[in-house]
């Protein structure tokens, strides 16, 4: 069987990494890095036979706006989603005391998820960095003591660190929910036969009263159910915003009908991937 490629945002250890890992768990696959997740479309359009795991939203620092709009620009299929977990963890080179760290490096986000515990550490500075496994890999690379980085633990395996403290996030609660996503033709192949019964939608309604209500009222007719809705505002066209709302349901051909009828209450509806509702890691 061919080793699939998937794309990710970040290095090897990253979340990204992980959320790859255990999105395809059982079969093998070969991690192509990209600086940014525009690299991941771009990676993509350049080789349809390579997959993406890309970031959406967290449960505690909310959408990645810019995420949503790459994935509905790029004309790429969402194919599955992932929720994962994220454990954070302060690491070190061997041998280092908790008490001696002098600096700690992250991505700003992890950090902001650790302050509780970083208040434990009154003596350390803290400095941003653009990623977590990469903070790792730079303390590794050159050997430098008295840094550590907060990151997951499989970035500490990969970079021969120490784990000095795990589970340091502040809320326990604290899940990132990925897409999977690929080429139209790609995602026609891999969903075959496959049993749907959730989907990423897009549309357009101008800022009039009662234009959302209207099309909210209609997917309540029909039984969906909607799991999240996020407005962005569409640059150049005051006042019209774009809507991304995920639906569940459990009647393939009611969700259908249900699209039908929400057509003509909106402009440039766009279906961004039909799928199997995502496992969640403990």
């Not at 903070?135 to 430098?144: D, G, H, K, V």
Request: aromatic fraction near 8%; include cysteine; glycine fraction near 6%.
């Amino acid at each position: 069987m061919m080793k699939k490629k998937v794309a990710i945002q970040g290095i090897a250890g990253s979340y990204h990494d992980i959320a790859a890992r255990n999105y395809f768990e059982g079969e093998e696959i070969e991690i192509i890095g990209c600086n940014t997740f525009r690299d991941v479309i771009s990676t993509i359009k350049k080789d349809p036979s390579v997959l993406g795991i890309m970031a959406i939203e967290n449960t505690i620092a909310g959408s990645l706006l810019q995420n949503h709009e790459l994935i509905r620009e790029s004309g790429l299929q969402v194919i599955g989603e992932y929720k994962l977990r994220i454990s954070h963890s302060l690491v070190a080179l061997p041998g280092t005391n908790i008490h001696d760290v002098k600096e700690v490096n992250s991505h700003p986000i992890a950090l902001m998820q650790c302050t509780d515990f970083l208040d434990t550490l009154p003596n350390a500075k803290v400095v941003e960095k653009e990623d977590t496994a990469m903070s790792a890999r730079w303390i590794s690379e050159n050997q430098l003591e008295g840094h550590a980085a907060i990151c997951g633990k499989l970035a500490a395996q990969i970079y021969n660190m120490e784990v000095l403290a795990e589970g340091i996030e502040t809320n326990k609660r604290n899940f990132t929910r990925f897409l999977a996503i690929a080429d139209r033709w790609t995602a026609d192949e891999m969903l075959k036969g496959e049993d749907k019964n959730k989907a990423s939608v897009v549309f357009a309604l101008p800022h009039t009263a009662g234009s959302l209500s209207k099309v909210l009222s209609v997917l309540s007719f029909y039984d969906m159910n909607l799991s999240k809705i996020q407005s962005l505002p569409i640059i150049g066209r005051e006042w019209e915003y774009l809507f991304y709302i995920n639906l569940t349901f459990t009647d393939y051909l009611r969700y259908k009908q249900a699209l039908d009828a929400i057509r003509p209450l909106t402009k440039d509806l766009k279906i961004l991937g039909e799928y199997a509702e995502g496992k969640q890691s403990v």
